[in-house]
């Protein structure tokens, strides 16, 4: 079984703070993705990777970004984080040749 | 960028009946159409997915269907049961050798009236 695991289930940050939303996948997918969920929104893409290093912007990527040193991890980055960015935050892998995406358990962010 | 719009937003259906949820697309050359299904507090899991190439696809209860003239696929649940209340995506993505990107809609809130 492909396991996706993020590193917090909830977290309550404060405003203005820099916040790390870790990511980790252990069957050597190359794609690599962060979504935030929100009620009515469904699931928008905020950044992908399709290897180490790479980082592509997905649609709404404004007061984040990404690092993906190694293969198996992936972080989303919250350099000011703003009370608008309270939200669910899911990451993903998908294998190329199976197209399927297999999600982390999310991270409930809060900021106060 | 692909574009997905979701309908309806809730639905509620009495168990036994049916649930039909419909997508429609933007991007002609998106060829891959996976539905997700969320159960409350647990991730996102893949239910049934469609390519391009075929118009119909089923899994017991569950069918897929694509119309790629008009873009749009729809899902249909028959005989619906109370562990069918969940929330529904539906996704898009060209599939091009490495460089998939899934596309979501914003999701359908099922509720299976006992």
């Not at chain 1, 790390?20 to 996948?25: A, G, Y």
């Not at chain 1, 404004?62 to 960015?85: D, M, P, W």
């Not at chain 1, 998908?94 to 197209?99: A, L, M, Y």
């Not at chain 2, 309908?7 to 649930?19: F, I, K, M, W, Y």
Request: hydrophobic share 30%; aromatic share 10%.
């Amino acid at each position: 079984d492909v396991k996706v695991t993020q590193s917090s289930r909830y977290l309550v940050k404060r405003t203005g703070e820099k916040v790390f939303l870790e990511c980790v996948q252990d069957m050597d997918h190359e794609n690599m993705f962060w979504y935030r969920q929100d009620p009515g929104l469904g699931l928008r893409l905020i950044y992908f990777s399709y290897d180490v290093k790479m980082k592509e912007k997905g649609d709404i990527p404004e007061g984040y970004s990404v690092s993906r040193e190694k293969k198996e991890r992936f972080s989303l980055i919250l350099e000011s984080a703003s009370t608008n960015q309270t939200s669910m935050y899911l990451c993903a892998s998908i294998s190329p040749d199976v197209t399927e995406a297999f999600f982390g358990q999310g991270t409930r962010l809060t900021v106060v | 960028g692909e574009n997905v719009e979701q309908h309806p937003s809730t639905l509620s259906v009495q168990e036994g009946d049916s649930a039909v949820i419909k997508c429609t697309y933007s991007d002609s050359a998106s060829n891959y159409f996976p539905w997700y299904k969320q159960e409350l507090g647990k991730r996102p899991q893949l239910i049934i997915d469609i390519r391009s190439n075929v118009g119909e696809k089923k899994d017991q209860r569950i069918a897929v269907t694509l119309n790629k003239t008009a873009k749009h696929f729809s899902l249909h649940i028959t005989e619906t049961q109370p562990e069918d209340s969940a929330v529904y995506f539906c996704a898009a993505s060209m599939t091009n050798f490495g460089n998939e990107k899934l596309t979501f809609g914003t999701g359908t809130r099922l509720t299976i009236i006992p």
